[in-house]
């Protein structure tokens, strides 16, 4: 009996050791049922995430819609996390967010929504599955993004493109305008 509890506790040992925690960026968006709110509410739910540890926010940002006009503006942020959890899982662990959320996935690209959580960097990992692009597709062409992103973490450098700075520069002249609102 003593030499099983001792090879359990050795292979969690070694289990634990393994685990190495992950640099990761959240986008969180929305524009439907007071969106600063559900941008707040989505930043205390990252925070709880289970083997997470939660770094920092960006300000809040006003942003106009991406894809059809005739919808509210958006509030975005950009959050930075240190996670044990593998890209599928924390995905997983966001998704379960946006329902928590009331998110409703329309079939509708780019429409309306309570709440949008997108793992837009996970470490340096590259991986292009039918359920995860890493890092984000478009992430170069968001404004909304790149610009919370600057103020967090001026430093990174997106795997397969550039500096966040850098990338921003490029696309100054977005027709996608954006505000800091605090």
Known sequence: ?????????????????????KISYIGIGSNLDEPINQVKEAILNIKNLPKTCFIIASSLYESSPMG??????????????LTLLEPHDLLSKLQHIEIQQKRIRSAEKWSPRTIDLDLLVYS????????????HPGIQHRNFVLAPLVEIAPDLVVKGLEN???????????????????
């Open 68 to 81: 059809p006009a005739n919808q509210p503006k958006y509030i975005n942020a950009v959050v930075a996390i």
């Open 124 to 135: 340096d990992e590259v991986m292009n599955k039918q359920s995860l692009v890493l890092p």
């Open 164 to 182: 966040v700075v850098d990338l921003l520069d490029k696309i100054q002249e977005s027709e996608i305008t954006i505000k800091i609102i605090n």
């Open 1 to 21: 009996m003593g030499q099983l509890k001792e090879n359990n506790l050795t292979e969690n040992k070694v289990k634990r050791q393994n685990e190495q925690w």
